[in-house]
């Protein structure tokens, strides 16, 4: 834990999403300390929090991960509503909609209410992505080529700590950078936007395409809280209903020399150790292979 954390921030709402769990892209010991620092009474997962995609390929489940996994069953047994929902790299999960996993509930979308009386309609947002839904086999290429560009990140990162630099997204600059992301990005905005209208709700809150915003869309509040693979990023709700994005990298005072100088050599989990990582294993193998 963090010295300068030495009281938990308590939030009325958090929203994370985008953690992808079993990719090496996957930042789990800052998601754990944000975690670990924050209370809430209620906690949105907005889907792509487990990656099936990488999983079925090849099974990498290191301490770490496990531990994020056990740390919010544990919120949920404790008292914080857990509401987790899936999304397009978690879609095996969606066939248990309705479904409590260790008092996280399921659900295909949800409806949340702030303290100022405001509806907002939360869902990951893939369903509206016309490459994900219409052509599946080009959506998995740009996963393998997202991949690889984390892996670029994190050997650049590599040289520019070397050379006294803090951490910076190679990434996330190339993708709005360039104008055709930049606009798809404002069409999934507007499209999302869009939908909560449909729903009668004053706002939407979503994920998946990694890019951490607040901003109003035609009268609509539109919301993405981000991702945990590049900016770690989370959606938060106060007391009075105010929304805010928390960039826990720079507030925590978290700096990724000190986390990757502090951390003990990876450790991946057996398989038969553990039921939960046993069913999580069934589910994401048993799942339909996509095309």
Known sequence: MNASLDIKRRYRTIWISDIHLGTRGCKADDLLDFLKNTESDTL?????????????????????????????????????????????????????????????????????????????????????????????????????????????????????????????????????KVKNAVQYIANFEETMAEEARRHGADGVVCGHIHHAEIRDVDGILYCNDGDWVESCTALVEDTDGRMEIIHWLGQAGLSVDTAEASEPKEKVCAYSSSRMLGFLRSMVSSAPSTP
């Open 44 to 176: 949105y997962l907005v889907g792509d929090i487990v990656d099936g995609w990488r999983l079925r390929k090849s099974w990498y489940w290191p301490q770490a991960h496990n531990d994020v996994v056990q740390k919010l069953l544990r919120k949920a047994r404790k008292g914080t509503r857990v509401v987790f929902v899936p999304g397009n790299h978690d879609e095996f999960a969606r066939d248990y909609s309705g479904f409590l996993f260790g008092d996280i509930e399921v659900a295909t979308t949800a409806m949340h209410e702030t303290a100022a009386g405001k509806r907002l309609f939360i869902l990951h947002g893939d369903a509206f992505d016309g490459v994900v839904k219409h052509a599946k086999w080009l959506a998995h290429l740009g996963d393998s080529a997202y991949t690889f560009a984390l892996s670029l990140n994190h050997w650049f990162n590599v040289i520019r700590r070397s050379m006294g630099f803090p951490y910076w997204s190679l990434s996330s600059y190339l993708k709005h």
